[in-house]
């Protein structure tokens, strides 16, 4: 039951960050069609907005959700070697860890 209740919440995960990753850029794609900020302080001063830096935040969180259980999946069921798929799984955490702390360095200095 366990073991079912961790794919179940996998896959939810995996679902729902895909949705909010499928929308957030399809309002990415509207908002830079018909309002593309015309210079970097333009975009600085957007992307520095409250609203659009959690926005932004969540949608680094959803994609690096979305891939962590991508990537465990793939691993867990094509990595026989116990070590290997360790070694690998902890790679890939470090991998997305250290994306996400640059990630938020970005958001973070885009606000100054």
Aim: charged share 10%; aromatic share 14%; no cysteine.
């Amino acid at each position: 039951m366990n073991m079912q209740m961790t794919g179940l919440r996998a896959w939810l995960v995996q679902r729902v960050a895909a949705v909010y990753v499928g929308l957030f850029s399809l309002y990415l794609l509207i908002h830079f069609t018909t309002d593309a900020p015309g210079s970097y302080s333009e975009w600085r001063d957007w992307v520095g907005h409250p609203g659009i830096a959690v926005s932004w935040a969540l949608f680094f969180i959803a994609l690096l959700l979305h891939a962590w259980v991508g990537m465990r999946d793939v691993l867990l069921d094509y990595v026989h070697n116990t070590a290997v798929r360790l070694v690998a799984l902890l790679g890939l955490a470090l991998f997305l860890l250290a994306q996400g702390l640059w990630a938020l360095t970005v958001l973070l200095g885009a606000g100054t």
